[in-house]
């Protein structure tokens, strides 16, 4: 269950038996959302987000939008570097809120 991101406390992960679409999942507190990456060409275009568990707080899905439009490609690399190459990946903790 490799950790992409630890954001202000926001965990950003995949799972090591995931699927297609490709996509990520962000856990804070006992809160869950999955954020598929729409892609074309191999960028990231969009974002979508779909609540599993619990619910984000307003401000807290606002820090997570704003951490994807500013991260989308590098989960898509990471994703990549592990779902296609087979390598491990390194998780970055960022504790510093994007303004």
């Not at 406390?9 to 507190?29: C, D």
């Not at 707080?57 to 939008?65: F, G, H, I, N, V």
């Not at 190459?85 to 998780?91: D, F, G, M, S």
Request: hydrophobic share 40%; charged share 20%.
């Amino acid at each position: 269950m490799p950790t992409i991101f630890d954001y202000i406390g926001i965990i950003i992960k995949f799972y090591s038996n995931e699927h297609e679409p490709i996509h990520v999942h962000a856990i804070y507190n006992n809160a869950e959302v999955k954020i598929t990456l729409h892609i074309k060409d191999n960028v990231v275009y969009r974002a979508t987000y779909h609540e599993v568990k619990g619910k984000f707080s307003p401000s807290k899905m606002a820090d997570l939008k704003k951490f994807v439009s500013i991260n989308k490609n590098a989960m898509f690399y990471a994703w990549n570097q592990y779902f296609v190459h087979h390598l491990p990946i390194k998780p970055v903790t960022i504790t510093k809120r994007i303004k």
